[in-house]
């Protein structure tokens, strides 16, 4: 590590040495390894500063704490230490607080160096032999994927929680993977149909994690998933009774001090002059923030599944009483209830009648600066504004409101009506104003979820609104396609295709007859994504890099095959929506599940203000059924600068709660999961 040339002012009048510091960190360190600090100092007057590295989180531990006396003429300094702990958090403090007059300090040449393990190094994956970790449905494919350099197959071993050898054969090679640059085998035991637990794959002396073979392993994940949402409402206390005891906390974001609140937020200085009362919904992600476009997306995922349940007569998805939620016996199915939480929270997003920009969307609500890890939602005490409408965003809702209306219809009229009123004005509103854009430096305490082409958008809602309405006026401004870079809450236009083909009696035959071609023609593409790699991802990006939330890609995509299962029938989409899953669980070049819960390495540490187990032991680690980012080759956070330097695409992940990069949760990831843990448990069946 090193730094340019520093000056800072210093001021009068703190007590401790530590109120006034300069820092670094997330600096990684390795126990029993010697660290040494270089650096040059100078100060407009003589003064004594402190240099310390160590561990801040309790237990502290000080690698060393060293005193520097500087004067006003540039002076090296140089001191060691050795660490006796380790740890990926570690800071560097130039520490100068307690002066009685006030003067300005600059550093020069700030080096550390010390470890054994170059920045990068010392990842160790585990076993080469890498198997869902969970489970396999006993009517569905079971592959692993081996890491092994031979150029001709090996022999494998299915062994059963005995130690007894089950089944026995031969490898696959596949070759070299691209993205994570491992030469991969194949092994294939989809022929054992025995259910049971404890099994493991073994190949030269090397053995797999543990895992299932189960009639239907993927019911208890589709609870899960779903319950997920119910744990991340804001506005209402999370109940033991419901969540589990370790779960439970205070509403979040009522106006209860310190809380500002959500029940009379002001909007942004300059932009406008009024308030609404935005309490409920779903926190979006990492933060507290809620955001109309990922939240419309979320929502629509989780009613698309009931529609998709409801159009392939799978009624164990429509069920009251299926989660363990507040409405779950009021008959209605839960699936509906958790997507009626964020719905209520997109309606109340709506500018008033009478206002400039009137049914337009806020784009988001969230704090005036990032608050700190952890803070739960009853304790934040940040100001939070109302942002400025934006196009996008009221697509959204006028998308997911004619969605609502026609998924209600038969279980609350006035709900249903509720919701296409709102989405017939936001869609006027933005016929009237189709170019106000979010912009991307709005990101500073919450995301910008910036989008400057709402085309896809527009599409998008038309054909809701067609698919609920039956007015043609809708059809002429459905003209987005299904194209091979699927769908994100930033695109939507593919979403058009998905819902033509998942209602085909409320759209014109020719028009059912072109989108199930394209719905066809991608999955294939992804299928063949999925086949043409080492590890089972439908996700293949042409320039071979990872993205922010790649995990939410290979899920989406997932469920393209799974919709192209339920218009076919054919067993391939099936077999390639459940090798998705083996992905998420642990069938993957880092050895790793990333779902919370499910294998034995799960993810479990994800970036998360309410879970922050790795930070404060008292608080849990997200609840199972947490989907984790996944891998990010462009190492956006310190944490993945600092540890991940030179992977492979596929490898840029780490389990921590600072990767925020990497390791981040978020509604729309978690609604993908939902939805083809959904599909996953219904055709297991």
């Known amino acids: 590590m090193s730094l340019g040339r520093l000056c800072a002012d210093v001021p009068a009048g703190t007590v401790n040495v530590w109120d006034s510091m300069i820092g670094q960190n997330d600096i990684p360190l390795e126990a029993g390894q010697p660290y040494t600090l270089s650096f040059t100092a100078s100060a407009t007057r003589d003064v004594s500063i402190r240099a310390v590295l160590q561990l801040p989180a309790a237990p502290t531990t000080t690698i060393l704490s060293k005193a520097a006396a500087v004067t006003t003429t540039p002076k090296s300094f140089q001191f060691t230490g050795t660490s006796t702990a380790a740890g990926l958090h570690a800071q560097l403090s130039f520490q100068q607080g307690g002066a009685t007059q006030p003067f300005t300090l600059c550093l020069d040449d700030v080096s550390l160096t ?44 299915l062994l059963d929680s005995s130690g007894a050898v089950v089944k026995n054969g031969l490898t696959h090679v596949q070759g070299t993977d691209a993205a994570s640059g491992d030469h991969v085998h194949i092994a294939d035991f989809s022929s054992v149909r025995t259910a049971g637990t404890g099994y493991t794959l073994a190949v030269d002396g090397a053995t797999s994690y543990p895992f299932a073979i189960a009639d239907n392993p993927y019911k208890t994940l589709r609870k899960d998933a779903l319950a997920y949402f119910y744990a991340v409402r804001s506005g209402t206390p999370i109940e033991a009774q419901y969540a589990g005891e370790a779960y439970a906390r205070p509403a979040g974001h009522l106006g209860v001090a310190p809380n500002k609140g959500d029940t009379d937020v002001p909007c942004l200085p300059g932009t406008c002059d009024y308030s609404l009362d935005v309490r409920g919904g779903w926190y979006d992600a990492g933060d507290q923030g809620k955001y109309v476009v990922n939240g419309a997306l979320a929502a629509w995922q989780l009613m698309d599944s009931y529609e998709r349940s409801r159009g392939q007569g799978d009624l164990a998805g429509l069920r009251d009483g299926l989660l363990s939620i507040p409405e779950n016996d009021n008959g209605v199915p839960d699936v509906l ?114 989008d400057t082409d709402v085309t896809d958008e527009f599409s998008w809602a038309a054909t809701e609104f067609y698919a609920t309405t039956h007015d043609r006026a809708y059809l002429s401004r459905i003209d ?152 990010d080759s462009a190492l956006q956070d310190p944490v993945a600068q ?43 069946r």
């Open 114 to 157: 010390g470890g054994a393990i170059p920045p990068g190094g010392g990842r160790d994956f585990g076993s080469p032999v890498r198997a869902n970790q969970y489970g396999y449905a006993v009517h569905g494919p079971k592959k692993a994927s081996i890491v092994d350099a031979s150029a001709t197959p090996v022999s494998w071993r």
């Open 337 to 450: 209830d958790e997507s009626r939480w964020e719905m209520e929270f997109l309606l109340s997003m709506q500018v008033p009648a009478g206002e400039p920009l009137a049914g337009m969307a806020h784009h988001k609500i969230h704090d005036l600066a990032w608050s700190a890890l952890p803070t739960q939602p009853d304790k934040d005490s940040q100001p939070r504004y109302l942002h400025a409408p934006s196009t996008a965003a009221t697509l959204n809702l006028a998308a997911a409101g004619a969605q609502c209306a026609r998924v209600w219809a038969r279980d609350d009229a006035a709900f249903a009506h509720k919701c296409l009123t709102a989405a017939r004005t936001a869609w006027k509103a933005a016929l009237a104003h189709p170019d106000v854009y979010a912009p991307s430096s709005d990101s500073v305490g919450g995301g910008a979820y910036a």
């Open 642 to 684: 600092q540890n991940l330097v030179g992977c492979a695409p596929a490898t840029c992940y780490i389990d921590d709660i600072y990767s925020y990069s990497t390791n981040e949760i978020a509604i729309n990831w978690n609604s993908a999961l939902a939805w083809v843990a959904t599909f996953a448990a219904d055709s297991a």
């Open 480 to 631: 987005t396609e299904i194209t091979p870079a699927g769908f994100s809450w930033r695109d939507t236009g593919a979403l058009a295709d998905l819902t033509v083909v998942r209602l085909p009696s409320r759209f014109p035959d020719r028009m059912v007859a072109a989108a199930r071609k394209r719905v066809l023609a991608v999955a294939d593409g992804f299928v063949r994504d999925e086949r043409s790699q080492g590890y089972p991802n439908p996700s293949l990006p042409a320039n071979g890099a990872y993205v922010w939330g790649s995990n939410s890609v290979t899920v989406n995509n997932a469920l393209v095959i799974a919709t192209a299962y339920d218009i076919t029938h054919r067993s391939v989409y099936r077999s390639a929506a459940l090798e998705s899953m083996d992905y998420l669980l642990g069938r993957n070049a880092l050895n790793q599940s990333f779902v919370t819960g499910y294998g034995t390495q799960a993810s479990h540490n994800q970036h998360n203000r309410i879970w922050a187990h790795q930070i404060d032991p008292k608080l849990p680690s997200p609840p199972p059924g947490s989907l984790a980012g996944g891998p």
